[in-house]
C-alpha cells in the first residue's frame, strides 16, 4: 500500500515538470516557487543537461513574470544561509547543473504579480548566444526560502 502510495505521489509530482530541449541542452525537473501573494521574489529550479561535447555557459535568463532573472548560489556563511550572486554557471560538456532548493537557483525578482496557478515562461541565455524557452509549473513546496 505504502509503495502504491509513493508510486502515486511520485508520478504527481513528476508528470507536470516540464523537459525541454535545445540543440544540446535539455532542461528537466523544471518548476517555480509558490509563495504567499505580495511576496516580490521567488526562485525556479531545474536540471540542465548538456549533452554536447563542449561547455555550455548560463549567463542569464528572462520571464515575463518578473523584472529580473539572476543566477544565484546559496552559501553557508558560518551558519548564516545567504544568497550569492553569480555572474555565470558552467554546464559542464556531457554533464549537468543541478539547481535545487538550498542551492543553485534562478532568482526571479520584481514578480509582477502573484503567481496563479498558471505556468511562467522562462527564457535562458546562453553566451554563445543560445537560448531556451521553458514553461514551468508552478509547485506549492514548504520549503526555506532558498
Ligand atoms: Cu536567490
Redesign the pocket.
Known amino acids: 500500500m505504502m509503495k502504491y502510495f509513493s508510486f502515486l505521489l511520485l508520478a504527481l509530482v513528476i508528470s507536470p515538470l516540464l523537459s525541454a530541449q535545445s540543440g544540446d541542452i535539455e532542461v528537466t525537473e523544471g518548476y517555480v516557487r509558490r509563495l504567499p501573494p505580495g511576496v516580490l521574489?521567488t526562485?525556479a529550479f531545474m536540471r540542465i543537461l548538456n549533452r554536447g561535447y563542449a561547455d555550455r555557459v548560463l549567463v542569464g535568463g528572462s520571464t515575463p513574470a518578473a523584472d529580473s532573472v539572476?543566477i544565484?548560489?546559496?552559501i553557508n556563511d558560518n551558519g548564516m544561509m545567504k544568497?550569492e550572486?553569480q555572474m555565470n554557471l558552467v554546464i559542464p560538456a556531457q554533464g549537468e547543473v543541478l539547481l535545487e532548493s538550498g542551492g543553485l537557483?534562478?532568482?526571479l525578482?520584481g514578480l509582477k504579480g502573484s503567481l496563479g496557478e498558471e505556468e511562467v515562461e522562462l527564457n535562458l541565455s546562453f553566451q554563445d548566444g543560445g537560448t531556451i524557452s521553458l514553461r514551468l509549473p508552478v509547485i506549492n513546496i514548504l520549503d526555506e526560502?532558498?
Open positions: 521574489n526562485a539572476s544565484h548560489a546559496t544568497m550572486h537557483h534562478l532568482m525578482m526560502i532558498p
